[in-house]
Nanobody, 124 residues
Framework: QVQLVESGGGLVQAGGSLRLSCAAS????????VGWFRQAPGKEREFVAT????????YYADSVKGRFTLSRDNAKNTAYLQMNSLKPEDTAVYYC?????????????????WGQGTQVTVSS
């Protein structure tokens, strides 16, 4: 069993920053890719960013490119999503996910494990 725990969400004013963390534990085997997704009320879950095991491959949604940065510390089995210049439209529940094949993909269906999510609210 693999557990993913997100943390770092909260309420922030527009233009502010937050750093989300995703800690993996349990029967998780390297290498694996980590993805971040978000879901706003009444909307489908959407891709935010993904990173391969080595960090050599990263992809970002156009809506967050230049504002969000995804990194990872493999020794700690933890990934970090640094979110700067936040906008009210970034408000959502943010989920991290793991792809066991180290496939850094934007597709929701290709991820094997998911966290419980952390709420990010950006006020205008």
């Amino acid at each position: 069993q693999v557990q993913l725990v997100e943390s770092g969400g909260g309420l922030v004013q527009a233009g502010g920053s937050l750093r989300l963390s995703c800690a993996a534990s349990g029967r998780i085997f390297s290498p694996y890719a980590v993805g971040w997704f978000r879901q706003a009320p009444g909307k489908e879950r959407e891709f935010v960013a993904t990173i391969s095991w080595s960090g050599g491959t990263t992809y970002y949604a156009d809506s967050v490119k230049g504002r969000f940065t995804l990194s990872r510390d493999n020794a700690k089995n933890t990934a970090y999503l640094q979110m700067n210049s936040l906008k009210p439209e970034d408000t959502a529940v943010y989920y991290c996910a793991v792809n066991n094949a180290n496939f850094a993909t934007i597709q929701v269906s290709r991820y094997d494990y998911w966290g419980q999510g952390t709420q990010v609210t950006v006020s205008s």
